[in-house]
């Protein structure tokens, strides 16, 4: 509903979606580009890998990207694996074990990552915690339509 106000050069627009109460147009756009913002392909990470290398059997190319920093640092991080094969196609319906390991310590860490595929190659694992400065490993089992491995290691400071 729209009218002019000879008082006011602007139209009075009611911008609410359903009557009073409910979320202002103009909120709704923001929440809706927000969410379409957050749902890219590498939604909040990187665009850039902070590692890229291929797999123990040389079939899969994998990269890293992490959050909230890249590479990760001391703490939890979420690690975005993303697999191609060697032709840059993205393989799905893998099943990855991820286990956080310090080599020159000879441990890994109490806590258990959690993996979740997100589609278009792309495997997010959350939980992964590096509780001290120095190299880590990330020893992954790949499963599935694949069967491999890979261990990428990289400077936690």
């Given amino acids: ?17 359903f009557g009073s109460g409910a979320v202002p147009v103009g909120y709704a756009v923001v929440l809706g580009l927000m969410m379409f913002v957050g749902c890219g392909p590498n939604s909040g990470y990187p665009a850039n890998p902070f590692s890229s290398f291929t797999s123990t059997s040389g079939q899969l190319q994998v990269a890293l990207r992490s959050k909230p920093d890249q590479p990760p640092t001391r703490g939890v991080s979420t690690i975005r694996y993303t697999i191609t094969s ?55 089992t790949i499963s599935g339509a694949e069967n491999d491995s890979c261990a990428n290691s990289f400077e936690v400071q």
């Fill in 1 to 17: 509903m729209s009218e002019f106000n000879s008082g006011n050069p602007r139209p009075n627009v009611d911008l609410s979606l």
């Fill in 86 to 140: 060697g032709s840059g196609k993205a393989v799905n319906a893998l099943t990855l074990t991820v286990e956080p390991f310090m080599d020159a310590m000879g441990h890994g860490t109490s806590v258990i990552p959690d993996v979740s595929p997100a589609g278009d190659g792309n495997y997010d694992v959350s939980n992964v915690y590096l509780p001290m400065p120095g190299r880590w490993e990330l020893r992954t």
